[in-house]
């Protein structure tokens, strides 16, 4: 499963309660600026893949792509990558990734559900813990540092990999718990 989502220095603006007299202030960057985050998560053991850009591109989407399909090669697998409609994943609208399956044949496989279609994006799941702890209400005043808040969030599902894999509906972590469960 791959999707997108983008860091940005003007704050997403979500309710928050306090006390009265005591409202946030959060405070708003002259110009907004945007990085874009693309990752991926491998439905079997949780392990997040990911990669920052200044814009939505099919490079990046390509070079991410190339980490999972060589990871899953080394296990003797194909890569199977569920992606929304975005023209950035799409070989009839980008070279790169026309070029991306003609270099892996039938080691990788692109997967594109109905539009429109959040139930089939597992990985939103993920994506909304991520914004509720680092694009919402942020006091960011840089993008550098707020793409090392979100290293440290994925450093953090890094260590508890069947939280991942629960968020995002896994059939793999019932699994995961059994085998916990043994070696214990």
């Known amino acids: 499963m791959e999707d997108e989502s983008e860091l940005a220095l003007l704050p997403a603006l979500t309710r928050c309660w306090t006390l009265r007299g005591r409202q946030r202030k959060i405070p708003a960057p002259g110009k907004n600026r945007k990085r874009h985050l693309f990752a991926a998560v491998d439905w079997r053991d949780g392990t997040a ?7 939505r591109d099919a490079r990046t989407f390509c070079a991410l792509a190339e980490t999972l399909v060589w990871r899953t090669r080394r296990r003797g697998r194909r890569a199977m990558i569920v992606l929304d409609n975005a023209g950035v994943h799409r070989a009839e609208k980008s070279r790169l990734v026309a070029a991306l399956l ?9 997967v594109f559900p109905p539009a429109y279609s959040p139930e089939l994006q597992p990985l939103d799941h993920l994506f909304r813990a991520w914004r509720r702890e680092v694009t919402h209400n942020h006091h960011r ?13 994925f ?19 019932h699994r995961m718990i059994r085998r916990r469960t043994h070696v214990a």
């Open 49 to 55: 893949f990911r990669r920052y850009a200044d814009r």
């Open 102 to 110: 003609d270099r892996h044949g039938s080691w990788l496989t692109l």
């Open 141 to 153: 005043t840089s993008l550098d540092v707020l793409q090392t808040d979100s290293e440290a969030f």
């Open 155 to 173: 450093h953090r599902r890094a260590r508890r990999p069947q939280l991942i894999l629960r968020m995002i509906g896994s059939p793999f972590f």
